[in-house]
């Protein structure tokens, strides 16, 4: 007998001989089914099969168009261990029996049937189907539930990141706007270079915090209004390995953290080895690094600075093309050639914001606050 889960099963019986179908239906009936769908026209059949959900189908194969063979054929994308198909026919040659399995048919009953054996085929079919269907709504539950935990995780991971951006833009005097940027040219340039749409989410979320490790710099040469002597510069240089070692996770499955750590380690390295703190070259600078360097310099030259003038584009584009083998990977100047206008766009629609007067104020008011408690 069927189990109690099976009674409500849509079982469909497509056979062109009428009594053979009244046997077929009757018997599913009475063996407990409550839906069955009959068809004597293949045609109908089909239509039918094609527009509706179904569990199991009973198919005869010697019909007129379409016969069995050609219903199978448009089945053939079905997936079958979830909607599996008895064949139930008086073609009994080798020939029959092996073309119908070859086309997707779970199971070949020959007639005059046996009317328990099918039954006992019927009822074990819709065991597979069910079992299929209930695998396939868990593997579901668990996608959704782990896409929700994921964009959590990613909630909270950006959080993070605009915490410790602010940190940073405290620390050194850059804006949110500058570091928001390249996290935006990031993400264009990796998708311009065919990378996966997680890895362009990625180093968009991840670009802005390249220079963290400034808030273990000392004011007195993060904020140095002169060049730094050599012994300065030797510490300046070691924010990318403080960055690193803030980022770093040991775990292997963190994607963003990692990516944050690789790009704070090695966006100041060179593309002709030239760079700190490894010295690496070319292609074992990681690419996400790479990119972030040439975003930073791209970003840092569109703008206006206290003691510079911001470039026109030109020159930009210029002064990249002169650099391209020696500090900047060929292929991403290529890329930023190729993006010139939407990154200048970018730039454009995230521009910095001049501070007010007030917020001006607080600043000073806050510097002579500090240098009083430092006094």
């Not at 400034?214 to 730094?228: F, R, T, W, Y």
């Not at 584009?317 to 010139?340: H, I, M, W």
């Amino acid at each position: 007998m069927l189990d109690n889960e099976l009674h409500s099963a849509t079982v469909v019986v497509i056979d062109d001989m009428p009594a053979n179908l009244r046997l077929l239906v009757s018997s599913l009936k009475a063996f407990g089914l409550k839906d069955v769908q009959a068809f004597s026209g293949s045609r109908e059949g089909l239509q039918w099969l094609e527009g509706n959900r179904w569990d199991l189908l009973v198919l005869d194969l010697d019909m007129p168009t379409p016969n069995g063979f050609e219903i199978l054929e448009r089945l053939a994308e079905r997936d079958r261990a979830a909607c599996p198909v008895i064949i139930a026919s008086a073609l009994s040659r080798v020939e029959d029996r092996r073309r119908g399995l070859q086309l997707g048919a779970n199971d070949y009953i020959v007639k005059p049937l046996d009317i328990p054996e099918l039954l006992l085929r019927v009822r074990n079919n819709l065991q597979l189907s069910r079992a299929r269907k209930q695998l396939l709504q868990e593997r579901d539950g668990l996608e959704a539930r782990v896409e929700e935990k994921t964009r959590q995780l990613r909630a909270s991971f950006t959080s993070v990141v605009g915490m410790l951006t602010r940190a940073a833009c405290y620390k050194h005097h850059e804006t949110g706007a500058h570091l928001t940027r390249i996290g935006e040219y990031a993400a264009l340039i990796a998708r311009h270079l065919g990378q996966s749409g997680e890895f362009a989410q990625n180093i968009r979320l991840t670009a802005p915090m390249h220079d963290i490790g400034k808030i273990g710099i000392p004011d007195s040469i993060l904020n140095k209004p002169g060049a730094l002597t050599e012994e300065e510069r030797e510490v300046m240089c070691l924010h990318a390995r403080i960055g690193f070692e803030i980022l770093h996770e040991d775990d292997p499955s963190s994607a963003l953290t990692d990516m944050a750590a690789e790009i704070a380690l090695g966006h100041h390295e060179r593309w002709d080895g030239k760079g700190y703190p490894q010295g690496l070259q070319g292609d074992a600078i990681p690419l996400s690094a790479r990119i972030v360097a040439l975003c930073d310099v791209y970003d840092a030259l569109c703008s206006k600075r206290i003691y510079k003038s911001a470039w026109d584009h030109g020159r930009i584009l210029d002064y990249f093309r002169e650099n391209a083998g020696s500090q900047f990977d060929p292929k991403l100047v290529q890329a930023l050639e190729e993006l010139a206008p939407q990154l200048r766009d970018i730039f454009e629609r995230m521009r910095d914001e001049e501070p007010s007067e007030s917020a001006v104020a607080g600043r000073v008011a806050a510097a002579e606050a500090v240098a009083r408690l430092k006094g």
